[in-house]
């Protein structure tokens, strides 16, 4: 399994943009599909965005966060990224950074099917 390590949360207005980045190491990322999750106070974890191993083919996004949101993998620097544009004030959350506990994973959008997690990074969005 891989070590993650999220960053780039913050604070930023409603309509604002953040991208957060998941540095990866200790295993082969690029046979590992990566996927974002978030989890906000006193709410289960949930799905945002999914992306298939190496190339990245697949991507997979919960339909609330379509069109805003792309979450993207450089296998060169062994890290994941989600840009995250017209940020609302409902998606205050921490966000997870994760890797799926078998390779050549499509992305999935359980978050049982992933075996390494990172600490999460607080995104905050204010109105």
Request: glycine share 14%; hydrophobic share 35%.
């Amino acid at each position: 399994q891989v070590q993650l390590v999220e960053s780039g949360g913050g604070l930023v207005q409603a309509g604002g943009s953040l991208r957060l980045s998941c540095a990866a190491s200790g295993g082969f990322f690029r046979k590992y599909a990566m996927g974002w999750f978030r989890q906000a106070p006193g709410k289960e974890r949930e799905f945002v965005a999914a992306i298939s191993w190496s190339g990245g083919d697949r991507t997979a996004y919960r339909d609330s966060v379509k069109g805003r949101f792309t979450i993207a993998r450089d296998n060169a620097k062994n890290t994941v990224y989600l840009q995250m544009n017209r940020l609302k004030p409902e998606e205050t959350a921490v966000y997870y950074c994760a890797a799926e506990r078998n390779w050549y994973g499509l992305g999935s959008r359980t978050a049982t099917d992933f075996g390494s997690w990172g600490q999460g990074t607080q995104v905050t969005v204010s109105s």
